[in-house]
């Protein structure tokens, strides 16, 4: 059916906005749970403290997108509402029972894996529901649910500080629960206006087929050559890319002691990449076809060199002015993924080749800020771990600068098929026209004899 561009849409619209602010505020916020995390479960005597620790808040960002070639599936199989619905009902189990550990290895299944599974079921079908409702406004409402992140990143670290200093981290997670319930919530409102996968093979009797193994996995966005660049190529970009996000917040306690409000630095992170979602969200309209890709390269060179300054900021405010460009960045990079995708792979293939795409993005986030935080238990300070995460951005970022290259390449192969194969049929006309042409004379002639 024809979506009916607003209506209870605008319902599920809220309610996709706080799905995306809920998950990813909390997410993006793991720099002050990690300090936290570090008073609460640290030793003096445990050498690999920072290591150990930063495994928590990197498998949970991992998780996010790990799931998400698996989440697409249930969704085209079972549809939004119960996936999403399930999903905060995981989320929140997960988030609940961290908030009981008493040592840091427990929050590795709990935190890391639970709760961020939770998360990434109930994120995705916010996305996918969307389409149903609105058309000619998705676009708009779009940039509406994307900023709820960016208002959470906003505002959470400062609500996440005051609580964690009131009623210690175990409370502040029981009081984070409260968003998971009302993410549970929210599930309820995502009304099908489009029949599923079950719906279709089952018809009327509501008997569960399931579909063909390459309909469910589409693994033919791979023989895309652009697209196999791009989703390996933007991984390999972010190996350093979380790396900020956890442990910016600890760098900041170490070089500039207590007195400095770190959550600060959350804040302009936040604000400026929704500003950057809703810029390069609009610059990119006017940028034609795969051309897209080189603000995703400019992105990853600004945040690998921000990435390379923060050590050598000696002041807050040099700080300050490091998270805004980052931030900005950020929000860049993240909102040109969806129509880059539709631009390499079309309208068809678009929702699994993001799915795939997000899940080769779960390794770089798994593995970043661990292998940083072990540099700082080793060296003793968090600078080389810095210069080094600024690194991948710019490898990723010449990687994919030849992406709009290849993709013209190929759509020329693709337009001269056609070409060659009129040219081919205009052949066969014209040999069979002269056959016929050679039989019909003989006839003629024998008939002017008689």
Known sequence: PEPPEGGWGWVVMLAAMWCNGAVFGIQNSCGVLFVSMLRLFGSSEDKQLIFKTAWVSSLSMGMVFFCSPIVSIFTDLFGCRKVAV????????????????STIEPLYFTYGILFACGCSFAYQPSLVILGHYFK?????????????????TVSLPFLLRVLIDSVDLHNTLRVLCILMFVLFLAGFTYKPLVPNTKDKEGGKKGKFKLPPARKICNFSVFKVLSYRIWAFGIPAALF????PYVHLMNHVKERLGDSVPEEVLLLCLGITSGVGRLIFGRVADYIPGAKKIYLQVASFFFIGLMSMMIPLCKVFGALVAVCLFMGLFDGC????????AFELVGAQDVSQAIGFLLGLMSVPMVV???????????????????????????IGGAILCFIPWVHERQKLKERAKPVDGETTEKMLENES?????????????LDSGF
């Open 136 to 152: 000619k406004r998705l676009g708009l409402v779009n940039g509406i649910v994307t900023a709820g992140s960016s208002l959470f």
């Open 333 to 340: 990079f993240i909102c040109i993924m969806a129509p880059i």
């Open 368 to 394: 970043g800020p661990p292998i940083a935080g072990l540099l700082r238990d080793k060296i003793g300070t968090y600078d080389v771990a810095f210069y080094l995460a600024g690194v991948p951005p710019l």
């Open 86 to 101: 399930i999903g905060a009902a995981v989320g929140f189990v997960g988030l609940l029972s961290s908030s009981f550990v």
């Open 433 to 445: 026209t002269l056959v016929s042409d050679m039989t019909e004379k003989p006839v003629k002639e």
């Open 240 to 243: 350093g890319y979380f790396v």
